[in-house]
């Protein structure tokens, strides 16, 4: 069985602040991690994945997470938060064949100037 | 190349009405899922399918029937709609050797 858990529905930070957003997760499988950004009235982009390679993982927009196997986490960061980060955003867990996605109930981001 | 289309964009139905939420895709990908999206719950995928003809059943599958005759077209089937499936609809595409999946803009539900 897999599931995904994220820590705190929602974060606020400073414009210029660290952006930290959290997520474990939990599988029977080597797990392949994603975290993906919803704007407003939009569907979900893909912001980065693990899949097994290097466990510090770059993503767009400057994001990046790291895998960690022992606290079975992949945590979102930023060093420096923008006013366009402000968005909702979903960690998401698949075993091996990726015909089934988890997703986490999603962290809403707000920026303030 | 428009990606991954869904129509409607928005629907108010009654409940015990029918209807087909339509996902279409010109990226030539395998695989199509239905996702719903409620709030605080993240996205519970519905069914998916890995190609024509092929289809199977996610998180949440009951109350929703789909078919797929052709790579480009997955529709989603609400046979006798109830108030409990007024959530938002996403589609999503990728291709099978890839993890990365392409989702539509999504369709609203209201179910009165």
């Known amino acids: 069985a897999q599931s995904v858990t994220q820590l705190g529905s929602h974060v606020s930070v400073s414009e210029g602040a660290l952006v930290l957003l959290r997520c474990n997760y939990s599988s029977s499988v080597p797990p392949y991690l994603f975290w993906y950004v919803q704007y407003p009235n939009q569907g979900l982009q893909l912001l980065l994945k693990?899949?097994?390679?290097?466990?510090l993982v770059k993503g767009i927009n400057g994001f990046e997470a790291e895998f960690k196997k022992s606290e079975t986490s992949f945590h979102l960061t930023k060093p420096s938060a923008h006013m366009s980060d402000a968005a909702e955003y979903f960690c998401?867990?698949?075993?091996?064949?990726?015909?089934?996605?988890?997703f986490g109930s999603g962290t809403k981001l707000n920026v303030k100037p | 190349n428009a990606g991954v289309t869904q129509t409607p964009k928005f629907q108010v139905l009654k409940t015990g009405q029918s209807m087909t939420l339509q996902c279409a895709q010109d990226m030539n990908h395998e695989y199509m899922s239905w996702y719903r999206q409620d709030p605080g719950m993240g996205l519970r995928l519905i069914h998916y399918s890995v190609g024509a003809g092929i289809t199977d059943q996610g998180e949440v599958p009951n109350g929703y029937n789909v078919s797929r005759s052709t790579t480009e077209d997955f529709p989603l089937r609400l046979l006798s709609a109830a108030p409990s499936q007024t959530s938002v609809y996403f589609c999503?595409?990728?291709?099978?050797?890839?993890?990365?999946?392409?989702f539509g803009p999504g369709t609203r539900l209201l179910v009165l």
């Open positions: 998401a867990v698949s075993g091996a064949n990726f015909n089934k996605f988890y």
């Open positions: 693990y899949t097994s390679a290097a466990t």
């Open positions: 999503a595409v990728r291709a099978v050797q890839t993890q990365t999946q392409y």
